[in-house]
């Protein structure tokens, strides 16, 4: 197995070595280190692309969320001691820029827009938008 199989294999739910899936992301040596501790701490060795997804953002797919706060409560890399915002947006950046297969970019780009979608809720200019839901919710 190499990285290069990795790379060109567009089936996302191929188990693959933990490490060596890490290496083909390419993640930086901090954010890597947590990964590897999560990993190590659950007791996984073997993962898919899939679930390396998983671990930084929900599936597109998912129904969405009441709130944004249930949003980054289900991210489960950010329950894993000192990784924080700064680390989960270089692991996000670092996946968006990944050399992968098609496959793979497809989905993370789902993801990502889901995110997006998260983040403009809490925008100031939606906040006239938030008033009037939590005022439905109150009725």
């Known amino acids: 197995m190499s990285i290069d199989a990795i790379r060109s294999t567009n089936d996302l739910d191929k188990p693959w070595p933990a490490r060596l899936l890490l290496d083909a992301i390419g993640f930086l040596q901090r954010v890597r280190g947590r990964v590897e501790d999560y990993l190590e701490s659950r007791n ?5 692309l899939r679930d390396l997804m998983d671990l930084f953002l929900p599936a597109a797919f998912e129904p969405p969320f009441d709130e944004s706060a249930q949003f980054w409560m289900g991210i489960p890399i950010l329950r894993q001691p000192q990784f924080g915002p700064y680390l989960h947006d270089s692991a996000l950046l670092t996946m968006t820029e990944a050399a992968m297969s098609q496959a793979f970019k497809a989905e993370w780009a789902m ?29």
């Open 111 to 139: 993801r990502i827009c889901r995110l997006m979608l998260y983040e403009l809720r809490e925008r100031p200019a939606n906040k006239r938008l938030q008033r009037t839901a939590k005022n439905r919710r109150g009725r």
């Open 44 to 48: 996984i060795r073997n993962l898919s």
